[in-house]
C-alpha cells in the first residue's frame, strides 16, 4: 500500500510549489487563481514556522506538549512566531508578522465564509507572503526555495506575472546586501 506522507518542509515546498505554478502560468481565470494562490501560500509559511520552531524543540509545535497521539493539534503560525522570537531568539519583523497575519485572515474568510476582496489586495499580501518565505527558507532553513523555480520558465514568468512580488522581494534582497555591506 502506498502511504501519502510529507514532513513539514516537504509539504511546505508542495505548497510553495502550488501557489507559484498557480500565479506564475497563466492559465484560468484570475479570481480562481488567486484564491488558490493565497489558500498554498499561507500554508506554506505555517509549514516553514513550524519546521524551524521543530528544529529547536519538535514538542514546540504542538498546543498541548504531552499528549501522546499523532492527532495532535498545532500550534498557530501566530503561535510559531511568538516561540520563535522567545525560544528560539529569531527575529520577525513586524511587517513580515502583518503579512502573515493578513495572509491568514483571508485565508480564513475563504476557507470559511463567503468573501470578497480585490485583486490588487490579494496580490500584495501574496507578493509579501512570498518574499517572508523565500527569505526564511534560506536564512532560517538553509533552504533555497526560488531553486527549483528556476529550471524552466517559471521564476521568469512569476517575476513577469507579480510584479507586486518582484517588487517586494528586490527591496528585501537589496536591504540585506546593503546591510551586508555587498
Known sequence: MTTLKFDLLQNAKDSLKNAVHVLAWPDGPESEKLKHAILSVSHCAEMLLKERLRRIDPAHIYEKRRLASSNRRTITSERAISLLETVGSIHIDKKDKDALHECRNIRNRIEHNEFAITHKEVKVVV???????????????????????????????????????????????????????I
Not at 148 to 169: G, P, R
Request: charged share 25%; proline share 0%; net charge negative.
Open 127 to 181: 507578493a509579501k507572503a512570498l518574499s517572508f518565505i523565500f527569505s526564511f527558507g534560506s536564512e532560517q532553513l538553509g533552504s533555497n526555495l526560488e531553486q527549483e523555480f528556476k529550471s524552466d520558465d517559471t521564476w521568469d514568468m512569476l517575476l513577469q506575472e507579480l510584479y507586486e512580488f518582484t517588487e517586494e522581494y528586490g527591496s528585501r534582497i537589496s536591504s540585506r546586501l546593503y546591510a551586508e555591506g
